[in-house]
C-alpha cells in the first residue's frame, strides 16, 4: 500500500521498513539534535538521485521539529519550540542588513485543516511599508517583510501560484517563505510536528488537491516551505489500526482497495493545534526576520 504522507522523516522510515533495514542510504544523510527534553529536531540532506529515489524527495535539506507538549500545554513549551524553531530557520536564511522576505499563508482559513497558512501569515510582523516610507534600503535589526495570503484557487478562480509570482515580483525578496498544511502517516504527528525544507512545496498538498508547485524553479527566488501535519488519510489509517490485529496485511489492503473511500480525517483538537502552531511558527519566523525585537 502506498502510504501518503508529506514528511521527509515519515518517507525515510517507510523506506526503512519496505528494505527491512535502518542502515544508511545512499544520497541521504542524517543527523539529529536534540534542544531540550520535549524537543527533537531531526536534520536530513538529499544529495543525489540515488536520495531522491528513495525517499521520493528533491534534493535539499528537510528538518523535522518533534515537539512533545504542546497540547498538553507544558510550561514555556510554544516558547521553547519557536526558539527551536528559529535556530534551525536561521541555517537556511542568514540575516543581514538588506535581507527581504516575503512570507506566504497557502490555505483556506475556513476550513479549520487548512487554516495553518493563513493564520500564521497574520501573525507574522510585517515591515516592507515602513521600509518604503522612510526610502531605507536596510536596517541593522529588522528584515524588509512582506506578508501574503493568497486564497484558494476555489474561491478566487486564480492559480495560487500565478498570484505568488505576481507578489513576488512586486516585492522583489531575497527569500520567500511559504507556510502550508501537510498530510501525515502518524496521527500522532498532527500534534507534536514541524517540518521546514528548502526544497519548496505544492499548495493543498495536505488537502488531497495539489497545485502547482511554489520553488526556485517557479518562482525564481529561495523558497523555506514550513509545515505542520493537520490531516491523515483514511486508508492509511485503517491499513495502521487493523494491521495490529491482523496476520495478513495483504488481505486488509484488498478489503480496502475493494471497499474503502478517499477520505482525509484530523483530529478532534484541531481548533487548538492551529492556533498553538501558527503562534509557535509566526513567532519563530519573527525571531528569525527581526533579531532586534524579538531575540
Given at each position: 500500500?502506498n502510504?501518503?504522507t508529506?514528511?521527509a522523516?515519515?518517507?525515510?522510515?517507510?523506506?526503512?521498513e519496505?528494505r527491512?533495514?535502518t542502515?544508511d542510504i545512499?544520497g541521504?544523510?542524517?543527523?539529529k539534535?536534540r534542544?531540550?527534553?520535549?524537543i527533537?529536531?531531526?536534520r536530513?540532506e538529499i544529495?543525489n538521485q540515488?536520495?531522491?529515489a528513495a525517499?521520493?524527495?528533491?534534493?535539499?535539506?528537510y528538518i523535522t521539529?518533534e515537539?512533545?507538549?504542546?497540547?498538553?500545554?507544558?510550561d514555556g513549551?510554544?516558547e521553547?519550540?519557536?526558539?527551536?524553531?528559529?535556530?534551525e530557520l536561521?541555517?537556511?536564511?542568514?540575516?543581514h542588513?538588506?535581507?527581504?522576505?516575503l512570507?506566504?499563508?497557502?490555505?483556506?482559513?475556513?476550513?479549520?485543516p487548512?487554516a495553518?497558512?493563513p493564520?500564521?501569515?497574520?501573525?507574522?510582523?510585517?515591515?516592507?511599508?515602513?521600509?518604503l516610507m522612510?526610502?531605507?534600503d536596510?536596517d541593522?535589526?529588522?528584515?524588509?517583510v512582506?506578508?501574503?495570503?493568497?486564497?484558494?484557487?476555489g474561491?478566487?478562480?486564480?492559480e495560487?501560484?500565478?498570484l505568488?509570482k505576481?507578489a513576488v515580483g512586486?516585492?522583489?525578496?531575497e527569500v520567500?517563505?511559504v507556510?502550508?498544511s501537510?498530510?501525515a502517516?502518524?496521527l500522532d504527528?498532527?500534534s507534536?510536528?514541524i517540518q521546514?525544507?528548502?526544497t519548496?512545496?505544492?499548495?493543498?498538498?495536505?488537502?488531497?488537491?495539489k497545485r502547482?508547485?511554489?520553488s526556485?524553479t517557479?518562482?525564481?527566488?529561495?523558497?523555506?516551505?514550513?509545515?505542520v501535519?493537520?490531516v491523515?488519510?483514511s486508508?492509511t489509517?485503517?491499513?495502521d489500526?487493523?494491521g495490529?490485529?491482523?496476520?495478513?496485511?495483504?488481505e486488509i489492503e484488498?478489503?480496502?482497495?475493494?471497499k474503502?473511500k478517499?477520505?482525509?480525517?484530523t483530529?478532534?483538537?484541531?481548533?487548538?493545534?492551529i492556533k498553538?502552531?501558527?503562534?509557535i511558527i509566526?513567532?519563530?519566523?519573527?525571531i528569525t526576520?527581526?533579531p532586534?525585537?524579538y531575540?
Amino acid at each position: 500500500m502506498n502510504y501518503r504522507t508529506d514528511l521527509a522523516l515519515e518517507s525515510k522510515q517507510l523506506y526503512d521498513e519496505e528494505r527491512g533495514s535502518t542502515e544508511d542510504i545512499d544520497g541521504v544523510i542524517m543527523a539529529k539534535i536534540r534542544y531540550d527534553e520535549d524537543i527533537l529536531a531531526t536534520r536530513i540532506e538529499i544529495t543525489n538521485q540515488s536520495g531522491e529515489a528513495a525517499l521520493k524527495k528533491p534534493k535539499g535539506n528537510y528538518i523535522t521539529l518533534e515537539v512533545d507538549g504542546v497540547v498538553d500545554e507544558k510550561d514555556g513549551i510554544k516558547e521553547r519550540a519557536s526558539a527551536a524553531l528559529a535556530a534551525e530557520l536561521r541555517n537556511l536564511i542568514p540575516f543581514h542588513y538588506a535581507l527581504k522576505v516575503l512570507v506566504v499563508g497557502i490555505g483556506n482559513d475556513k476550513v479549520t485543516p487548512d487554516a495553518l497558512g493563513p493564520y500564521t501569515a497574520s501573525k507574522v510582523k510585517v515591515t516592507r511599508h515602513m521600509f518604503l516610507m522612510f526610502e531605507a534600503d536596510g536596517d541593522d535589526e529588522v528584515s524588509c517583510v512582506s506578508g501574503f495570503i493568497p486564497g484558494v484557487t476555489g474561491s478566487t478562480g486564480i492559480e495560487t501560484a500565478e498570484l505568488i509570482k505576481k507578489a513576488v515580483g512586486l516585492v522583489n525578496p531575497e527569500v520567500v517563505i511559504v507556510i502550508d498544511s501537510l498530510a501525515a502517516r502518524d496521527l500522532d504527528r498532527i500534534s507534536t510536528t514541524i517540518q521546514i525544507n528548502d526544497t519548496g512545496i505544492s499548495p493543498g498538498g495536505g488537502m488531497g488537491n495539489k497545485r502547482t508547485e511554489l520553488s526556485k524553479t517557479t518562482l525564481g527566488k529561495r523558497v523555506i516551505a514550513i509545515g505542520v501535519p493537520t490531516v491523515i488519510d483514511s486508508r492509511t489509517l485503517i491499513m495502521d489500526t487493523l494491521g495490529d490485529y491482523s496476520q495478513n496485511p495483504y488481505e486488509i489492503e484488498q478489503y480496502i482497495e475493494k471497499k474503502g473511500k478517499d477520505m482525509i480525517v484530523t483530529s478532534t483538537d484541531i481548533d487548538q493545534v492551529i492556533k498553538d502552531f501558527s503562534d509557535i511558527i509566526a513567532n519563530g519566523i519573527n525571531i528569525t526576520l527581526h533579531p532586534g525585537i524579538y531575540s
